[in-house]
C-alpha cells in the first residue's frame, strides 16, 4: 500500500471515528499497527459486539474486504463502512446479521394487529401483479443506476447541454491514477479531460492555460468515436451557437460565435 493511500484511510477512519461519536458512540482508530481483531480500524465500546473497518477509496474491492473483514473480526459480526471522496457513507454487512438486528428492534410478531379477511382476500389477490411488477422493475434496472459514477458520461449527455467551467483540477480517478477533471457550474456531474477535449477547448479560447477557461461557455454533446476498432459514445465539446454567447462579449465573444456557426450544422433544434 503506498503512502498516499494510508493517508486516505487514515483520514477515513478518523472520519468515521468522529460519525460514531456524533451518533452517541464515542469512538477512536485503533491500534494500527497491530493487526487483527486485537485492533480493529474503529474501536467503538458501546458497539464492541461489532467489528468495524473502515474503506476511503473511490474503487469498490469488496472481495478483498470481504476476505479482510472475515479474517480480522474474530467471529464478530462485521460492518464495512465505505465512503467515496464525494459521497455518502455506506455499510456493508452480512444479511443474517442484519435481520439478527432487525429482530432486535421489532415487537414480538404477537402483539401485531390482526388484519381482517377481506384485506387478506384483497392482499392474496393483488399479490402476483406486485410480484410481476417488482421482478419487471428489478430486471429492467441499468447498471448505471446501479452504480452511479461520480464522473460525467456520455450517457448523461442524451442532449447537448450548456455549461459553464467552474474549473481544471487534478484527482484521483481510480487507485493511483490522477487525471485532470473539468468542474462547472451548477450541479452538472465533473468530467474527466481526455487530450482530445483538452485541445478542443485550449483551440476555442486561445490559450492552453486552463485558469483562463473559467466562467467560458461550452456545449457538451455525446457522439460516436472509434476506439480499439469499435464505436463507442464519448463526450465532445463545441462552442456555443451565437445567440447563448453574452451581449458586449467583444472580440473574443465574435471569435466564440464565429467558431460556434461551423460547429453547430447538425444541432439546429438546440437553441445552444
Known sequence: MSFKSKRKGSRGERM????????????????????????????CP?????????????????????????????????VIAWKRK????????????????????????????????????ETTAAA?????????EQTEMKI?????????????????VL?????????EVSEGEDKPILNFLGDLKPMVLNRTNSASLAELY????????????????STKVQFQSKLVDAIRVRAPKPQA???GAGARGSKIAAAATASAEDTDDVPF
Open 206 to 221: 486561445g490559450n492552453d492555460d486552463t485558469d483562463t477557461w473559467s466562467g467560458k461557455l461550452v456545449v457538451l454533446f
Open 16 to 43: 468515521l471515528a468522529s460519525i460514531l461519536s456524533e451518533a452517541g458512540f464515542p469512538a477512536r482508530r485503533g491500534q494500527q499497527f497491530k493487526g487483527g481483531s486485537e485492533s480493529p480500524d474503529i474501536i
Open 86 to 121: 464525494f459521497g455518502p457513507w455506506l455499510a456493508v454487512m452480512k444479511l443474517d446479521d442484519l435481520l439478527d438486528l432487525i429482530r432486535d428492534r421489532l415487537p414480538p410478531q404477537n402483539n401485531l394487529p390482526p388484519s381482517s379477511a377481506s384485506c387478506d382476500a
Open 144 to 160: 448505471d443506476e446501479l452504480y452511479p459514477s461520480r464522473w460525467l458520461k456520455a450517457a448523461d449527455v442524451t442532449r447537448p
Open 245 to 247: 454567447v453574452a451581449p
Open 46 to 78: 458501546t458497539l464492541a459486539r461489532w467489528h468495524w473497518e473502515s474503506k476511503f477509496a473511490e474503487q469498490l474491492r469488496f472481495r478483498d474486504w470481504l476476505a479482510q473483514a472475515e479474517g480480522d473480526c474474530g467471529g464478530k459480526p462485521w
Open 128 to 136: 402476483p401483479k406486485e410480484t410481476e411488477l417488482n421482478r419487471k
Open 163 to 171: 455549461a459553464t467551467i467552474k474549473n481544471v483540477t487534478v484527482e
